[in-house]
């Protein structure tokens, strides 16, 4: 079983930035491709970004591209995600999401069905 907890969420203005973190259980965590999701209110779960189980190849979403940045430490079992120039279209729920077997399939999941353990989400607000 893998637990994921995300943190660094909160308010901010636009143009401003944040990181989020999730945090991984387990022991094979550098084996796992990674990817962080958003949600917004009355809207379906969106993909935002991936990363590898080596952090070599990473994927964002059009709308992210040249502001966010998805990284991860396998030392440290932890991804993150790098949030600048806020927008309040950015504003929602941050889920991120592992994939344990991303190593062994090379696959790094765009879709919330490739992931097979997700936390429990942390909440963006950014006032305009």
């Known amino acids: 079983q893998v637990q994921l907890v995300e943190s660094g969420g909160g308010l901010v203005q636009a143009g401003g930035s944040l990181r989020l973190s999730c945090a991984a259980s387990g022991r094979t965590f550098s084996t796992y491709a990674m990817g962080w999701f958003r949600q917004a209110p009355g809207k379906e779960r969106k993909f935002v970004a991936a990363i590898s189980w080596s952090g070599d190849s990473t994927y964002y979403t059009d709308s992210v591209k040249g502001r966010f940045t998805i990284s991860r430490d396998n030392a440290k079992n932890t991804v993150y995600l790098q949030m600048n120039s806020l927008e309040p279209e950015d504003a929602a729920v941050y889920y991120c999401?592992?994939?344990?077997?991303?190593?062994?399939?090379?696959?790094?999941?765009?879709?919330?069905?490739?992931?097979?353990?997700w936390g429990q989400g942390t909440q963006v607000t950014v006032s305009s």
């Open positions: 999401a592992a994939d344990p077997a991303g190593r062994y399939t090379g696959n790094i999941p765009r879709t919330s069905v490739g992931y097979h353990y």
